[in-house]
T-cell receptor, first 116, second 113 residues
Framework: AQSVTQPDIHITVSEGASLELRCNYSYGATPYLFWYVQSPGQGLQLLLKYFSGDTLVQGIKGFEAEFKRSQSSFNLRKPSVHWSDAAEYFCAVGAVSGGGADGLTFGKGTHLIIQP | GAGVSQTPSNKVTEKGKYVELRCDPISGHTALYWYRQSLGQGPEFLIYFQGTGAADDSGLPNDRFFAVRPEGSVSTLKIQRTERGDSAVYLC???????????FGNGTRLTVT
């Protein structure tokens, strides 16, 4: 069965500092990997996705993620966070590139707090 | 253009009652998904429609949960004999096709008292 682990429930980062959110997955086949962000009162927004090719993928809002097959990881990074990045971040794994069909499996999320 | 619309945004009901949650997908999106997000958890897949038919309902927790999409557009998630454990945010998502990106609605927060 597929699963996603986000080991950090909460992370606090100072504004302007770098950020790394961890994600480990378990999947029986070649996975499609996603990072979503959820701000209060808003729907999930796709930040980036990976399914093949270059293992470093660029997303929106200055985020990037690196796929490491040997470590079954897909960590999210940002070189300098802004107060508006405070939100809940979810890593997810799926069977197809869009994340549809058969459903996505999400991690429990990491709550990002930005300190002024 | 309009995104995925879910109504109501909040629903409070008493234990044992029946509820319906509505999802209006983006126009032209053939694929529609329901997820449930409990407090402190990530979204959990419930059911997937391709057109009018439920292509995968393996995530529905029990037979109290049912969903329809009679005309291949709007979908309704129906919960019978609600229980306090059903309290959660119910998310709907749609996509143009099976391999296209998902677009999520803002969800319906269901509270069962």
């Amino acid at each position: 069965a597929q699963s996603v682990t986000q080991p950090d429930i909460h992370i606090t980062v100072s504004e302007g500092a770098s950020l790394e959110l961890r994600c480990n997955y378990s999947y029986g086949a070649t996975p499609y990997l996603f990072w979503y962000v959820q701000s209060p009162g808003q729907g999930l927004q796709l930040l980036l996705k990976y399914f093949s090719g270059d293992t470093l993928v660029q997303g929106i809002k200055g985020f990037e993620a690196e796929f490491k097959r040997s470590q079954s990881s897909f960590n999210l990074r940002k070189p300098s966070v802004h107060w508006s990045d405070a939100a809940e971040y979810f890593c997810a794994v799926g069977a197809v590139s869009g994340g549809g069909a058969d459903g996505l499996t999400f991690g429990k999320g990491t709550h990002l707090i930005i300190q002024p | 253009g309009a995104g995925v619309s879910q109504t109501p945004s909040n629903k409070v009901t008493e234990k044992g009652k029946y509820v319906e949650l509505r999802c209006d997908p983006i126009s032209g999106h053939t694929a529609l998904y329901w997820y449930r997000q409990s407090l402190g958890q990530g979204p959990e897949f419930l059911i997937y429609f391709q057109g009018t038919g439920a292509a995968d309902d393996s995530g529905l927790p029990n037979d109290r949960f049912f969903a329809v999409r009679p005309e291949g557009s709007v979908s309704t998630l129906k919960i019978q004999r609600t229980e306090r454990g059903d309290s959660a945010v119910y998310l709907c998502a749609s996509s143009r096709a099976r391999d296209s990106p998902l677009h999520f609605g803002n969800g319906t927060r269901l509270t069962v008292t």
